[in-house]
């Protein structure tokens, strides 16, 4: 028996490889497909099963390309119904693998079709339990992402007795959740990406003893408002999508300066997709910054709509990756991206533009010099109220398009996150809607409330 756990850190995904006797199934794979085919190949098995344990909402599963490429059955719970050809499985239905038995267990509360696949050894002992975005360590799935078809209230009755099913089994049984920290899918999940049913049975607020209707409470209460390409990924994995073959094939396209502003005149958006360090010493006018060292597909998708027709800047030699990442989110209106990277822009004279950052210690002295300028905090409503800058307004970076107008566009601004990564994002943002004098807070929080204590105002 082999388990391996493929955990994605961009986007805070765990897909899984399980081996037994020749036969492999893979549950949860991302898009880009190939990673399973070459690891089935390298150990000289075939891939029987592709488990999903529900329709992902915050990425676009490989399943479908998976699937014609091997052969392998697709997998899902009850109450599905899809598009394209699956296994719907009944609640405690029984699938072999190699030595292995693989135990279905409904699960509703997070979606509707949402399901666990409980692992039995080959001498019948449950091992492990593949449990989707039901249970998560230290948190559940959040119950409202049915986007009207039923109540949070509802799915969050469901969930109670979901999790009784999983409680029942041995501590000692293995969780491999579908997501780690940073995944929008729960409230606040722990940086662990496995746990025990027994740990998570002591320490996840959701599996302590209290009535339906205390739960229903609890798991319904501080839960963000979901990214609206959440209700568009699960639609697409429902549906199905374009081959990913297909997709890149015609995205990874070399454009020339001059097709390149063509695009730019008919409305294209640009994503430059270096890091935030190199980005603010130059970049093509109206770019975006979504920087291939943080979460850069979610931020992308946070922000702009999936059918929004995109060409890319890129550090030479990234851009197939910076593809693949922006394709497992959804975007399949890639045109290309520009021969040669910032240089081209740069060797043919062209205007560009430029983000000052600036150190904790700056900022104290900016703000302490300018009582009118702005210092804008970027982080989510939640990170703020744990402690802020003094004289800070809070505009979480998923909604700055819709509410950059809320600031004064003739006063300095200085913007700053927990650490960088989404203060440059929001400077490229305010940069593109005509914003002039912006900073960019080196470090962002956590610097600051390092250095400059008397600049901070703790929570209460």
Request: net charge negative; charged share 25%; hydrophobic share 35%.
């Amino acid at each position: 028996m082999k388990i391996e756990q493929l955990y994605t850190s961009c986007l805070a995904q765990a897909a899984y490889y399980i081996e037994s006797n020749g036969e492999a199934a893979i549950i949860d794979p991302l898009r880009d497909y190939q990673t399973y085919i070459d690891k089935a190949e390298e150990n000289g098995v075939k891939i029987k099963y592709i488990f999903e344990t529900h329709f992902h909402a915050d990425f676009v599963s490989g399943h479908i390309d998976l699937a014609k490429k091997t052969g392998a059955k697709i997998i899902y719970g009850p109450n599905t119904i899809t598009d394209y050809k699956v296994h719907v499985a009944k609640d405690g239905e029984i699938l072999k693998l190699g030595d292995l038995n693989i135990q279905v267990i409904h699960t509703p509360g997070h979606t509707l079709e949402s399901s666990c696949f409980l692992l039995k050894d080959k001498k019948g002992k449950n091992h492990c339990v593949f449990t989707g975005d039901t249970l998560f360590v230290g948190d559940v799935g959040r119950p409202d992402l049915l986007d009207g078809i039923m109540t949070k209230e509802e799915l969050a009755s469901k969930m109670y007795d979901s999790l009784k099913k999983l409680t029942v089994l041995e501590d000692e049984v293995i969780v491999y959740p579908a997501h780690g920290a940073g995944s929008a899918c729960g409230k606040n999940i722990g940086k662990e990406t496995f746990s025990t049913i027994g740990e998570q049975k002591l320490q996840n607020y959701a599996l302590q003893e209290m009535s339906r209707d205390e739960f229903i409470k609890e798991i319904t209460s501080g839960i963000s408002p979901a990214p609206a390409y959440f209700f568009k990924d699960a639609k697409l994995n429902k549906s199905g999508y374009p081959a990913f073959d297909e997709l890149i094939n015609k995205a990874h396209n070399p454009l020339s300066l001059e097709h390149f502003e063509k695009e730019i005149k008919q409305g294209a958006t640009i994503i430059d997709t270096r890091i935030a360090d190199i980005f603010e010493y130059g970049f093509i006018p109206s770019s975006l910054n979504f920087g291939l060292n943080g979460q850069f597909a979610i931020w992308a998708a946070t922000i702009l709509d999936l059918q929004t027709k995109i060409i890319l800047v890129c550090k030479p030699g990234t851009e197939k990756e910076s593809i693949e990442r922006l394709s497992r989110v959804g975007f399949d209106q890639i045109i290309g991206f520009l021969d040669g990277g910032f240089e081209t822009w740069l060797n043919a004279e062209k205007r560009y533009d430029m983000v000052i950052s600036i150190s904790s210690e700056e900022l104290a002295l900016d703000s302490k010099h300018n009582p009118k300028a702005v210092i804008l905090d970027v982080r989510k409503a939640s990170e703020y109220k744990d402690g802020y800058v003094a004289k800070a307004i809070n505009i979480p970076l998923n909604e700055l398009l819709d509410k950059a107008e809320e600031i004064d566009k003739q006063q300095e601004c200085l913007v700053h996150c927990a650490g960088g990564y989404r203060s440059m994002i929001a400077a490229s943002i305010l940069k593109q809607k005509g914003f002039q004098n912006i900073k960019n807070v080196w470090g962002g929080y956590n610097k600051i409330k390092e250095e400059i204590i008397d600049l901070v105002v703790p929570s209460n």
